[in-house]
């Protein structure tokens, strides 16, 4: 039987995402799957961006708070919102050199913001990163210059709209009439969706 194949939607700068990353982690040792991660700009260059220090931020990182105590995931708020274009084009970047080199660069992203404290819109810092990952400084800032990789940002983010969905992470299950989760779920949820999936594709 081939791999079940899952399609995430994710940004860097949303820590439900983050913590996303590391349940599916602990779900891909249960199952044989297929994870693709797919980049999503929650704020796009020269749209609003809510205050790091805001009531709704607040919120929503209490929210985050209970969920990675709950599932024993180590996170820290950064202290201040970045835009997460170029580290969203960084990843694609090392999607063409392989699979290895996307994960490897995905990691690392998401552990500078969320577990480094790092401001992931500084091109130094996502040189370093590209650079540990095996990608070349030059080919990093022709697609920065370029912004090569805008049209599959635009692509992803149209295609979600199109499923009525405005936000990440977003979960496809399956690649025929495939299960939708949206939002983070706790992992045995998320199991429970991928076996009542894969019972339905055997009837």
């Known amino acids: ?4 194949k899952i399609t995430i939607f994710s ?3 949303c820590p439900f995402c983050f913590l996303a990353k590391e349940v599916m982690k602990r779900v891909d040792r249960s199952f044989e799957l297929d994870v693709e991660w797919k980049s999503y700009e929650l704020h796009p260059v020269g749209e609003w961006m809510p205050d790091i220090n805001s009531a709704y931020i607040r919120m929503a990182w209490l929210n985050v708070q209970r969920i990675a ?13 970045c835009n997460s274009r170029r580290a969203l084009e960084l990843a694609e970047v090392a999607r063409g050199h392989g699979e ?3 994960h490897e660069c995905h990691e690392r992203i ?4 969320f577990l480094e404290g790092k401001n992931i819109e500084k091109e130094n810092v996502l040189l370093k990163i590209g650079s540990e990952a095996g ?3 030059k080919e990093m800032k022709q697609a920065w210059k370029d912004e090569s990789f805008l049209p599959i940002l635009q692509e992803n983010k149209e295609y979600l709209h199109d499923h009525g969905i405005t936000g990440v992470p977003t979960f496809f299950i399956g690649s025929q009439n495939p299960s ?3 939002g983070l779920y706790p992992q045995e949820k998320i199991e429970k969706v991928i076996r ?5 594709m055997q009837e």
């Open 180 to 182: 939708v989760i949206f």
């Open 1 to 4: 039987m081939k791999p079940l």
């Open 135 to 137: 990608l070349e400084e």
């Open 196 to 200: 009542k999936y894969m019972k339905t």
């Open 100 to 102: 290895n080199e996307f």
């Open 69 to 81: 105590s709950e599932n024993h995931i180590d996170i820290k708020l950064p202290s201040y919102l």
């Open 110 to 113: 998401f552990n500078a913001y």
């Open 11 to 13: 940004d860097y700068i």
